[in-house]
């Protein structure tokens, strides 16, 4: 089956720090991989794709390397700032079919 | 122009009423999806259209109808609310690209 396993939260960082949220994923076939990304009293918005093995997305300062041997797609961003608060999903899905969202990790950045 | 609108943003109602919540994209996608979101943030699939027809309908009670007069529109109709509804439902719509969906901003739903 199809699945995304996220770390849990809350995770708290102060400015300027390295910000790492681990997902990895479990699937059919080779799905594409996303970062959505959830600001306070709004809906999802996509962050950033990979769509096969080795592909980096990248947008905003964050990055995600697709790591077909690892099974994993972490969200990376060298240098956070407050408005970066807000919860992260990380999802995967395939041609046609739906997506499978992890649970989601909440980040608060603390001036 | 929002690509993805639900209406209402915020609905307060009692136990037992029946309520309804729309969406619209102008996006031109197919396939348009409802998802529920409790309060830790988990998203579960509830119903997924494409042109019309029902093609995903999770585990969710029978009081959750959807209904989706076109392509552009899906609703959400809820029968007889109970507690345990109280949640941020969204709509989301996909073309027929890999790269993902258009989420709505949400429909906060309290029911007291």
């Known amino acids: 089956g199809n699945s995304v396993t996220q770390m849990e939260g809350p995770v708290t960082l102060s400015e300027e720090a390295f910000l790492t949220i681990n997902c990895t994923y479990t699937?059919?076939?080779?799905?594409?991989l996303f970062w959505y990304v959830q600001y306070p009293g709004e809906g999802l918005q996509l962050l950033l794709k990979?769509?096969?093995?080795?592909d980096k997305g990248s947008n905003k300062g964050f990055e995600a390397t697709y790591r077909k041997e690892t099974t994993s797609f972490h969200l990376e961003k060298g240098s956070v700032q407050v408005s970066d608060s807000a919860v992260y999903f990380c999802a995967l899905s395939r041609v046609g079919n739906q997506f499978y969202f992890g649970t989601g990790t909440s980040l608060t950045v603390i001036p | 122009d929002t690509a993805v609108s639900q209406t209402p943003k915020y609905l307060v109602t009692q136990m037992g009423n029946d309520k309804s919540i729309k969406c619209e994209q102008n996006?031109?996608?197919?396939?348009m999806y409802w998802y529920k979101q409790d309060s830790k943030k988990f998203l579960k699939i509830m119903f997924s259209?494409?042109?019309?027809?029902?093609?995903i309908n999770e585990t969710v009670p029978n009081r959750f109808s959807p209904k989706s007069p076109d392509k552009a529109h899906l609703n959400l109709h809820i029968n007889s609310l109970e507690l345990g509804d109280s949640a941020v439902y969204f709509c989301?719509?996909?073309?027929?690209?890999?790269?993902?969906?258009?989420f709505g901003s949400g429909t906060r739903l309290t029911v007291v």
């Open positions: 699937a059919t076939g080779y799905p594409s």
């Open positions: 996006l031109g996608h197919d396939t």
């Open positions: 989301a719509s996909r073309g027929t690209d890999l790269y993902g969906y258009t």
């Open positions: 990979a769509t096969k093995a080795d």
């Open positions: 259209y494409n042109n019309k027809e029902l093609i």
